[in-house]
């Protein structure tokens, strides 16, 4: 791989602490880091071992999707 590909990843926080990794543009990255830094790093190494396997087969990288976030207020 030449150059670098920027992916927009979500963090969300896990009630026992840490983050779990989510990538909307590649739904397969799924990884966990107990602090944010190690979990975007983990994401990071996440996402460079599905290029390169997307690389290796053949199959073309998708373009970043960046999720929208709205609130939605039901009764409770």
């Known amino acids: 791989m030449s150059g670098s590909v920027t992916y927009t990843v979500q963090l969300r926080p896990e009630p026992e ?3 779990t990794v989510l990538v909307p543009a590649l739904p397969e990255v ?10 975007l ?3 990071r190494e996440a996402i460079q071992a599905i290029l390169e396997y997307y690389d290796a087969e053949g199959i073309p990288r998708p373009e970043d999707v960046v999720p929208l ?8």
């Open 17 to 19: 602490g840490g983050y």
């Open 30 to 39: 799924v990884s966990f880091g107990a602090s944010r830094e190690e979990a």
């Open 41 to 43: 790093e983990h994401g």
């Open 69 to 76: 976030l709205e609130h939605v207020t039901v009764a409770a």
